[in-house]
């Protein structure tokens, strides 16, 4: 659902399950407490850690984005396609419901999945048939900001496993010190 997502809800429309650890979201928007707002037209990619309410807003940390054609290694600027990887989209192709979140970027025709279980977030990205397919994942992605340090280590054809510091105001819960 998409309630308390507009004007200055500080609510998110992804996948999650009661008291789970993961909080699998779209991120429009990285500013301040807010990191989906139902009116944007642009989504810059899908975060692991969401937590809704007053001033719940920080984290939105490990982006992934699905992407076709030539590599860009910046999200871009709210609301303007082609300024980095961020995508338009359509409301029309936009659905939430317990658990699960849908929707296709329209700039490269792929259409992302998004569900949750207790300690894990699943996302599933459909692709039209492209030479130049990719997922990107930024590790220094949070909202207002960037995390300060991030490592990531292939560990097999199918396995990747990594680190995230955020001290103080650089992406912690509550401007506190956080790890991933």
């Known amino acids: 659902s998409f309630i308390g997502t507009g004007h200055n809800g ?3 429309p992804g996948a999650s399950t009661p008291f789970g650890m993961v909080k699998l979201s779209p991120d429009t928007v990285t500013a301040g407490v807010v990191s989906y707002y139902y009116y944007d037209n642009t989504i810059q990619g899908f975060s692991f850690t969401h937590i809704g309410g007053a001033d719940g807003g920080e984290l939105a940390n490990i982006l992934t984005m699905a992407t076709t054609g030539p590599l860009r290694t910046y999200w871009g600027t709210r609301g303007k396609p082609g300024t980095g990887y961020l ?7 936009e659905t939430a419901s317990a ?3 849908a929707v296709t970027l ?3 025709k792929i259409r992302a999945e998004a569900t949750a279980a207790p300690h894990s977030g699943i996302l599933r990205f459909t692709f039209p048939e492209n ?8 590790l220094s992605h949070r909202n207002d900001g960037t995390s300060t340090y991030q490592t990531v280590k292939v560990t097999d054809n199918h396995s ?3 680190k995230i510091e955020c001290f103080g105001y650089d992406g912690g819960w509550r401007f506190g010190e956080t790890h991933y």
């Not at 995508?87 to 192709?93: A, I, L």
């Not at 030479?131 to 930024?138: K, M, V």
């Open 10 to 12: 500080k609510d998110f």
């Open 160 to 162: 990747i496993e990594g």
């Open 106 to 108: 329209g700039d490269y």
């Open 131 to 138: 030479r130049e397919s990719r997922i990107q994942i930024d």
């Open 99 to 101: 658990g699960y979140y």
């Open 87 to 93: 995508s338009s989209f359509s409301k029309d192709s």
